[in-house]
């Protein structure tokens, strides 16, 4: 079993839509949450951070579920330019990260 | 905000010789580095952790005799991919963790011909 294990894709969706990912990881040793956003043939990008209490920015909001060993990111009102795969990454101590699979999103017009 | 940078951003190289691939954390001092491979349509996967002044760590299945790691400086690492083959054609990026996060390098697109 993976690490972390993401929704696969890819998720086509048209401009305006809101799109649901989830992600799921098996160690509970696990210290840290981010979604990294990586366009084609680039290196990741980070999105955001992912804390228990939930957080948002902007269109996008991330939730945490420890106990469930759960994470999700939420994309409101989806924009072209929000094109691109969105990984799923858990750090543990001394920040080695492990990432998903990623999810490829395409937004239509 | 901090900023890590890779060189170079692509190679070709033949079969059979070596090829050096450089990371600077440019603005801050990074005693960790760490260093991913990436093949098409797959995710990043952790190839070892580079130490300043210590020997790296490789995952699990990473050959260390091939994929030589050198963390001099705490600004510096390098990964030294050894008698290239096809197979070793990927994107390598590299990792340094700042004060606010994980910061990559731009990455460096291998072919081995």
């Known amino acids: ?73 939420l994309i409101r009102d989806s924009k072209l330019s929000d094109s691109a795969t969105y990984l799923c990454v858990v750090s543990y101590q001394g920040g080695k990260l492990i990432f998903g699979q990623g999810t490829e999103l395409s937004v239509k017009p | 905000g901090a900023v890590v940078s890779q060189h170079p951003s692509r190679v070709i190289c033949k079969s059979g010789t070596s090829v050096k691939i450089e990371c600077r954390s440019l603005d801050f001092q990074a005693t960790t580095m760490f260093w991913y491979r990436q093949f098409p349509k797959q995710s990043l996967m952790l190839m070892a952790t580079s130490n300043e002044g210590s020997k790296a760590t490789y995952e699990q299945g990473v050959e260390k005799d091939k994929f030589l790691i050198n963390h001099a400086s705490l600004t510096l690492s390098t990964l030294t991919v050894t008698s290239a083959h096809p197979e070793d054609s990927s994107f390598y990026i590299c ?11 731009q990455g460096t697109r291998l072919t081995v011909v």
């Open chain 2, 95 to 105: 990792s340094a963790r700042g004060s606010s996060g994980a910061f990559f390098g």
């Open chain 1, 1 to 73: 079993r993976k690490e972390v294990e993401q929704d696969p894709g890819p998720f086509n969706v048209p401009e305006g839509a809101t799109v649901a990912f989830n992600c799921t990881y098996s160690n509970s040793a696990s210290q840290s949450f981010f979604w990294y956003r990586q366009d084609c043939r680039k290196e990741p990008k980070l999105l955001m951070s992912v804390y228990s209490s939930g957080n948002e920015d902007g269109r996008f909001t991330a939730q945490l579920n420890r106990a469930s060993q759960y994470i999700s990111l």
